[in-house]
């Protein structure tokens, strides 16, 4: 074959795929009614939003909207009255949050027995949930439509960690009049930490204690295939992508989220199927199937994925391949015009001087032990890195198994109380 025909299929190929990905993933929204879906059989918890369902178990949440200095509308919640906690609350406040794709929401999906947002205001702490940009909460900005305006969509964990981070905890520590709070991140909701304690001197030190679950700096040793396929390919095209008018991702309410909604709840052998999918992302082998429930997995995708933008995605995509935690690369000719370098500057993690407690999983396929132990080699104050007994123990179990009670839980609650006081 010559090159000049294979370069023409090529590019036939990718703008094949272009379109493909473009169609699945713009997709026009599809208000499908709630009582639609009710009637379609889909479990109620899966159709209600955060105060809703926290409250279908006896918590009480009040909702609350927090404007980033770009202008960005956050909403975030807060558990007033936990069913289970019958003491005062326990101070200073914690923060919550969520990973890549996800929303508070995935921290109530797996119910009130194992889901960390039920289990830590039962043990009396004043907890916070975070919801960042792009997200089905956090989708508002004070003149930006993310309907129409591409400019919405520019931003990877960079953003999220210079403003949207700060202005959560900012808002928390006005609210309540303490001076510092406790921080638990999730994956990119430590990812973004790092960053604000890398761009933004002083912030750092508004947090007495971060809790790092799976935390994710460098994606290196990524061992999920779909992950590293999935996001480099967004870095290859987002160029492409953003001449369709793609810049936002598996938001929730268009037609992909809708459809895996449908189908994974709609029999035991789709759930099921849904099940594997959901391991497969995570890691290679499905061994730990069973540790999130049927119903779990039938009510997360009610609330999964929750839309982020493609610049994200295509982060992470850089991420995969990089030795370091860095700023997002735009090829030496732009990063110079950007940075005033040609490679991009690193993220200075020595920066983040607030004590680190981390807890990590042998098997999980998306953020590897290597990398965190990487990680945890470069930051000046771990005062624990712990690895979760259970060898199978993956990423997304953090958020959905229904195990956490004994695997993470205990130390997580050990240390808050370490930093707490009555
Ligand atoms: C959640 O649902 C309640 C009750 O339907 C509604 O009042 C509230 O605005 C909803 N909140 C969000 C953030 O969707
Ligand atoms: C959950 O799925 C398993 C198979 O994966 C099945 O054996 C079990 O009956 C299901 N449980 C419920 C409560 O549907
Ligand atoms: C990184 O942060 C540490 C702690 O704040 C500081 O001492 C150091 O100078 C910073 N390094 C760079 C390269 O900015």
Redesign the pocket.
Known sequence: MSSKRFNTLNVLLVSLSVVAVAYVIRTPWLPIKRETKASLGYPKDSLMNFTELTGKYGYISEEHHVITDDGYILTMFRIVKATNCHKQKRSPPVLLMHGLLQSSDSWIDSGPNAGLAYLISDACYDLWLGNVRGNYYSRGHVHLNPDKDAAYWKFYIEEIGIYDVPAMIDYVLDYTGFEKLNYIGFSQGTGTFLVMCSERPGYCDKAQLVIALAPAARNLNTKSMIFRTLTQTFAKIEGALSMYGVQEVFSKGAFSQEFVAFFCQLSDFTERLCETIIDTFDHADFSHMGSITNETTRVLFGHFPAGTSVHNMARYGQSTRSTTFKKFDYGKEQNLVVYGSEQPPLY?L??T?VPVLCIYGNNDGLVDTKDVEWLMSKLPNVLESVKVKDPLWNHLDVTYSQYTVGSIFPKINEYLLKYTSA
């Open positions: 200075n020595s920066a001087t």
